[in-house]
């Protein structure tokens, strides 16, 4: 039987960047608490995130969009009700910028930057802090040249309200004007054993300018978790119902892949997801994975990867087992890939 590392007793940090924070190891994604993966339960969201305040997680992500603020108020509440000790070690990081309308549809990007203000404003309320950490623009708005949005986020560094300015899903090309604009202390994009496409252009970039990396994604929203399976039946409500990677022989091709993971991970005495995370994890010490668990039983698995060590013999077995661009379908479908700057 596969066993689990324990949660370490310590979790180790990175620094995002040569002008970021520095912040744990690993960071929590909680978009899955209110919306994208189906039904949630607010108290075991809440649970799972002081669980992994407790644990010395100190990165926390959300967005402002994400069920159109419920995730920023649930984020909050759980600041809240943390005790004082972990709840001030918690660095922020919210995305910004994406539009919805009553319907919980998608109306495009708004990067002016008297939105950027506007938007901080709210968020600012909702979370009940006095700065946010890391702000950046969830993608690209192709209306507003990014030294603009980027520049409305530097007066807010500026004024106190935010910490440091990050990025997200966006291309070399934006990454350079936007440093060349103020310091950049991460960029957040999807990077995982089958989504390498940073490894060609964007990663060699943000090396080059000092840039960190929060990368999200990085069990292909479950998909190479070891947890999911092909007659798991899915909710209308949940993103992976029209996510081209778990559409017919695509899932089949993509979790044959697992499987031959997870002989690894077995020799490992660990889990597939353990084994996915550490590969992450072994990129490189500027890269923070964000892990979205929504339970404290898979926060625990996921931490335990950083107690797992893959050698040079692992990795090019793992290399084997998953090779780059062996994933069969795109990260999203063929209408959000074209809004990502990154994919340009």
Request: aromatic share 4%; proline share 5%.
């Amino acid at each position: 039987m596969t066993t689990s590392p324990a949660t370490p007793s310590r979790i180790p940090s990175r620094r995002l960047g040569t002008t970021g924070p520095q912040v744990s190891a690993l960071g929590l994604g909680t978009m899955g608490m209110s919306a994208v993966y189906g039904e949630v339960d607010r108290a075991t969201s809440i649970a799972t995130v002081h669980a992994a305040l407790d644990a010395g997680v100190t990165l926390l992500d959300t967005g402002d969009f994400y069920a159109m603020g419920h995730n920023e108020l649930l984020v909050g509440e759980a600041l809240r009700t943390a005790p004082a000790g972990a709840r001030d070690k918690a660095l922020l990081s919210v995305k910004f910028g994406a539009l919805r309308d009553p319907d919980g549809g998608w109306s495009g990007y708004d990067g002016r930057p008297a939105a950027v203000k506007n938007f901080a404003a709210y968020s600012l309320q909702r979370l009940g802090v006095d700065h946010i950490d890391i702000y950046r623009i969830a993608r690209v708005d192709p209306g507003v040249p990014i030294e603009e949005t980027v520049g409305a986020i530097a007066e807010l560094v500026k004024a106190g309200h935010v910490r440091h300015i990050g990025l997200s899903e966006v291309g070399a090309e934006t990454i350079r004007r936007a440093a060349a604009t103020a310091p950049i202390a991460d960029l957040q994009i999807e990077y995982a054993l089958i989504t390498r496409g940073i490894e060609e252009s964007i990663l060699p970039t943000v090396r080059e300018l000092g840039i960190g990396v929060t990368a999200y994604g990085v069990l292909s929203r479950g998909l190479i978790s070891g947890h999911f399976s092909s007659d798991r039946e899915l909710t209308a409500d949940d993103f992976r119902t029209m996510s081209p990677r778990f559409q017919g022989d695509n899932l089949r091709h993509n979790l044959s892949l697992v499987e031959s993971l997870r002989a690894i991970a077995e020799r490992k005495g660990a889990t597939v997801a353990q084994i996915a995370i550490a590969w992450v994890l072994s990129r490189g010490e500027d890269i923070v994975p964000l892990i979205g668990a929504r339970r404290p039983d898979r926060l625990a698995e996921s931490l335990g990867a950083l107690d797992l060590t893959l050698d040079a013999d692992d990795l090019a077995a793992i290399e084997r087992a998953v090779p780059a661009d062996s994933a069969a379908g795109d990260r999203y479908p063929s209408a959000q890939m074209g809004s990502l700057d990154s994919e340009r």
